[in-house]
């Protein structure tokens, strides 16, 4: 026995477009929690609060593509970062060190980013 079937679909391209929007939103809304974590966690070399605070942003330059970054601009945040074997001042950042977004990439809050997405994607599809 054979079964003939004619299925026709109708693409609602207004909706695609605001998932679209809703999607980008909720990306930068993710790497805005990311960074809101990394400086609650207190993994940040911290003497005056300047790479923390104002010197730690997110760059959704590209947010259209899919791509947003929690970047830490400061000349000197770089060789802070590379170096974890430096003696971090500890006074206002307990668990102050190098290489703070590691735990993000391979440590243990490596599904922080993809559960937070999510989580913000789940409550504006409601």
Known sequence: MKLNAKV??????????????????SLVETADAV??????????????????????????????SGKVSVVSDKPYARRMYMHP?????KGHNKNAGGEWFESYINGNKKDFA????AKIMKGKLK
């Open 8 to 25: 026709t679909s109708k693409i609602n391209f207004k909706n695609n477009t605001l998932i679209k929007q809703i999607a980008i939103q």
């Open 35 to 64: 960074k809101r974590d990394l400086q609650r966690s207190k993994t940040m070399p911290y003497d005056t609060g300047e790479l923390q605070n104002r010197g730690t942003s997110v760059d959704d330059s590209n947010k259209n």
């Open 114 to 117: 993809k559960k937070k997405f």
């Open 85 to 89: 074997e430096y003696k971090f001042y």
